[in-house]
Nanobody
Framework: QVQLAESGGGLVQAGGSLRLSCAASGIRFGINSMGWYRQAPGKQRELVAVITRSGITNYTDSVKGRFTLSRDNAKNTVYLQMNSLKPEDTAVYYC???????????WGQGTQVTVSS
């Protein structure tokens, strides 16, 4: 059973930084892609950043230059470093993982990020 353990959310002032971590367990054949989505109140869930096994990253435009996604393949873990945070970054952040040889993505329980102005 694949499980994702998220950590690192919290409350920070605008301009501050947070680092989110997500560790996947129960992985048998490695992870294809992994990353983060977020959902703000009253809005749809949106992709924040994704990284492939080879390290190719993709970011939504609003976080480019401020967020950095990295992964440790040996630990099946991704890290989202969030700098220069803005109030509009406030949301619940969800980790997702797409293992190799699986047709289904797995999701974490979500971690709250709140940025005060």
């Amino acid at each position: 059973q694949v499980q994702l353990a998220e950590s690192g959310g919290g409350l920070v002032q605008a301009g501050g930084s947070l680092r989110l971590s997500c560790a996947a367990s129960g992985i048998r054949f490695g992870i294809n892609s992994m990353g983060w989505y977020r959902q703000a109140p009253g809005k749809q869930r949106e992709l924040v950043a994704v990284i492939t096994r080879s390290g190719i990253t993709n970011y939504t435009d609003s976080v480019k230059g401020r967020f950095t996604l990295s992964r440790d393949n040996a630990k099946n873990t991704v890290y989202l470093q969030m700098n220069s945070l803005k109030p509009e970054d406030t949301a619940v952040y969800y980790c997702y993982c797409l293992p190799f040889l699986r047709n289904t993505a797995y999701w974490g329980q979500g971690t709250q990020v709140t940025v005060s102005s």
